[in-house]
């Protein structure tokens, strides 16, 4: 199918794949409660969309994360495919996720309780672990090699998540996750993110990190799903290669005009970014073509 003028059949389906009930597993939410199937441990991140918990599961000592929603703030069902009721936006989405085959590049959710109050989602917990932008800071930056590894496990993911018709809609470097053992990516928090809609979404409603926000979303009516996550990914890899972004502000993301680049930055990695970071949509790569491009040809 063409989305803002890029034929992506391979990356973008309109409409995800029919799916049966038994392929959305823990639809219902869990009855019993949480503090009898769980150990809360302290908190490892808040947001605007709510916090995140480690917690033990009682039954095995397995480690999860357990985000916790209130329900204020958090109001919109949708209805996916492949289920007969409504459910909540973000749970919904982490079901269709959870179709086969499943991404070991993307946060899974084992289950879910719903309260008078809150929701709260059973999340898997990769550990040791800490957000990229964390990451990037510990490791004084990161070589053209670790950077290439991390990228391949990004678009994968995002591939993925596209494949399986949801729109991730806030990819930067504190929503993905890096384990610091063995290298391994996650790309987490789905509380911004919609259903693949071919028919665009409306810019004023734009939710994500201005930082990585393409400027289609700043100036134009509409945005789309894989041209905004590639320029997402384009601002990603700048990030990881230099330690800094390469647009100071909303008016250097309208011009395109690119801050510049370590010098030991390769042409390979500079003109993929590049492409990312095309201020046309249509004319950004799809994540096969990134996949391709001769710097991930260069891998050793």
Not at 8 to 23: C, G
Not at 279 to 298: C, D, G, S, V, Y
């Amino acid at each position: 199918m063409t989305i803002y003028g890029q034929n992506v059949p391979d990356t973008n389906p309109a409409v995800p794949e029919p799916a049966s009930v038994q392929d959305l597993p823990n639809c219902e939410p869990t009855k019993e409660s949480l503090y009898s199937l769980y150990e809360l441990q302290g908190v490892l991140g808040r947001g605007s969309f709510g916090t995140v918990y480690k917690a033990i599961r009682k039954t095995d000592g397995r480690q999860f994360a357990i985000k916790r929603l209130c329900k204020w703030n958090n109001t919109r069902s949708i209805q996916i495919p492949g289920y007969s009721k409504p459910l909540p936006r973000e749970v919904a989405l982490m079901l269709m996720l959870r179709r086969p085959p499943v991404s070991p590049y993307v946060i899974q959710m084992y289950e879910w309780f719903d309260r008078r109050l809150v929701m709260l989602l059973v999340l898997e917990f990769p550990h040791p672990c800490m957000v990229l932008r964390k990451f990037i800071s510990a490791s004084s930056g990161l070589t053209e090699s670790i950077a290439r590894g991390l990228m391949r496990q990004l678009v994968l993911a995002v591939q993925h998540c596209i494949n399986h018709g949801v729109f991730h809609n806030d990819i930067h470097a504190d929503n993905i996750l890096v384990n610091t053992r063995t290298l391994g990516l996650k790309l987490i928090d789905f509380g911004a993110a919609h259903l693949v809609n071919s028919a665009g979404y409306d810019s004023w409603k734009y939710l994500g990190a201005v930082e990585f926000c393409p400027p289609e979303a700043l100036s134009a009516p509409k945005y789309y799903a894989v041209p905004t996550n590639v320029w997402s990914l384009g601002v990603v890899l700048y990030l990881m290669v230099n330690r800094w972004l390469p647009f100071s502000n909303a008016m250097q993301t309208l011009e395109g005009s690119i801050n510049s680049f370590k010098s030991t930055v390769s042409t390979e990695c500079r003109d993929l970014i590049g492409r990312c970071l095309n201020r046309i949509p249509e004319k950004r790569p799809t994540f096969n073509q990134i996949l391709r491009h001769q710097w991930f040809q260069n891998e050793s």
